[in-house]
């Protein structure tokens, strides 16, 4: 049973939602499904719940029942060289993209975060930022401390060029559009944009209406750009 799917709403959810990944990363729905079985089989999901609540700490939206595949997925179909996140906290969809870029191969994961900022995604007591990360996925991922605002083009600008961008930080109107237009210039044609949490305001629509990018789809709150 592939996590999630134990449910006939959510088993029809994912049929839709599984067409709508394989459009977006140009293959088929059994690659997709391929992927989200694996995911299933790795355990990986269940580790990271497990771990979150040892400490008595929420699950948080990456860890709902399809956005994590989902992400997981498109690292898995879409074999990138580089990714940029802005937005870290305890590191779920962090050790979700470096699991999927260690089973690729190949690939590094550039991450912006500035540690306790946003009131909603503070750590466990004395755990840093990424603190879920493992060591062994490490090895794949470079962490900037600070502001995106700060810190987001520099890098940008140093890595010349990406393949996939996650935006998970904080989400303000202002915050989210400046971060989509900066990334969305650096992403290679074909290249994914990702924005969680785009039902708080209108920055993701806003986006795709002045961009018109040659695909775009939601996932629930999480949008997704190809270029």
Partial sequence: MIYGLKHPKRVLDFLIKGRKLAK???CSVDEVKFYLKELDEIQLI???QS???????PLGTMLSPLRAPILYTIVRVLKPSTVVETGVASGVSTT?????????????????????????????EGKNVGWLVPNDLKERWHLTLGLSKDKLK?????????DLFLHDSEHSYENMMFEFKTAYSF???GGILLA???????AFRDFVRM???DYWTTFGGLGAVRK
């Fill in 96 to 124: 979700l993209i470096l699991k999927a870029l260690s089973l690729n191969h190949k690939g590094c994961l550039f991450s912006i975060d500035m540690p306790n900022l946003d009131p909603l995604a503070r750590l466990p």
């Fill in 187 to 189: 992403l290679r044609k």
């Fill in 24 to 26: 977006l990363l140009c």
């Fill in 46 to 48: 269940h580790a990271l």
């Fill in 196 to 202: 969680d949490d785009i039902t708080v305001n209108n």
């Fill in 211 to 213: 961009n018109k990018p």
């Fill in 154 to 162: 520099p890098l940008l600008q140093e890595l010349g060029s990406i």
């Fill in 51 to 57: 771990e979150l609540r040892r400490y008595n700490f």
